[in-house]
């Protein structure tokens, strides 16, 4: 199983930035694949995503508005693109994939069995 995050960097607060997550080595049917994110001396939070069969999308509270997720089946790939971006945003995106996911069980961490090595994403002035 291979998650494979990128592009994170720094930017400035109110510029764009666009993560992309290359999944392989699993079965999509039953997937879903997500962003969490963890900032300095905080705990993980969910971000965003979306349970493959079926397209259905969630997003953390956070965030709404703001980040949009969205995926290329063709290449097993999710993408995060994130608009006005704030200082708050700063943290490492961690790429996860879970298995049999529900509706409410989407933004809890410990239901995701692997997870990427995740990107760092640094807003600041």
């Known amino acids: 199983v291979q998650l494979q995050a990128s592009g994170g960097g720094l930017v400035q607060p109110g510029d764009s930035l666009r993560l992309s997550c290359a999944a392989s080595?699993?079965?999509?049917?039953?997937?879903?694949l997500a962003w969490f994110r963890q900032a300095p001396g905080k705990e993980r939070e969910f971000v965003a995503g979306?349970?493959?069969?079926?397209?259905?999308?969630y997003y953390g509270d956070s965030v709404k508005g703001r980040f949009t997720l969205s995926r290329d089946s063709a290449k097993n790939t999710v993408y995060l693109q994130m608009n006005s971006l704030k200082p708050e945003d700063t943290g490492v995106y961690y790429c996860a994939a879970g298995f049999r996911l529900v509706a409410s069980t989407v933004r809890s961490q410990g239901r995701y069995t692997y997870w990427g090595q995740g990107t760092l994403v640094t807003v600041s002035s």
């Open positions: 979306i349970r493959w069969s079926g397209g259905n999308i």
């Open positions: 080595g699993f079965t999509f049917r039953d997937v879903t």
